[in-house]
């Protein structure tokens, strides 16, 4: 016969619990400076149209000087594109503060 050691059983949810528990206590990735400045930026300078402009005087430059041979333009369309899904970001983010306040 073998002999079974008693173990408690977990809660239901515990796992969980404690999960959701470690998440709220996290800190923002960033810091309050930077928030600020972020919240300033977005509220000053429309995302909307920088992101237009940008697009537009990045085709403006490709077309025009014959930028397709500069070595450095996969560094720079990698670079915009991170800044356009900022952008994106951005207005997502307002776009649903926006709703949640209506």
Known sequence: MKHKKYTA???AGGRKR???QAVAE???VIGKALQRELLQFA???PVNRISRN???MLIDFLMYDGAIETSYLQDLLY???GLFEL???IQL???VEAYLKI
């Open 26 to 28: 996290k800190k923002p």
């Open 54 to 56: 940008l697009r537009t």
């Open 87 to 89: 952008f994106e970001a």
């Open 43 to 45: 509220e000053y300078h």
């Open 79 to 81: 670079d915009l594109q």
């Open 18 to 20: 404690r999960k959701m």
């Open 93 to 95: 983010d307002s776009e």
């Open 9 to 11: 059983t977990r809660k």
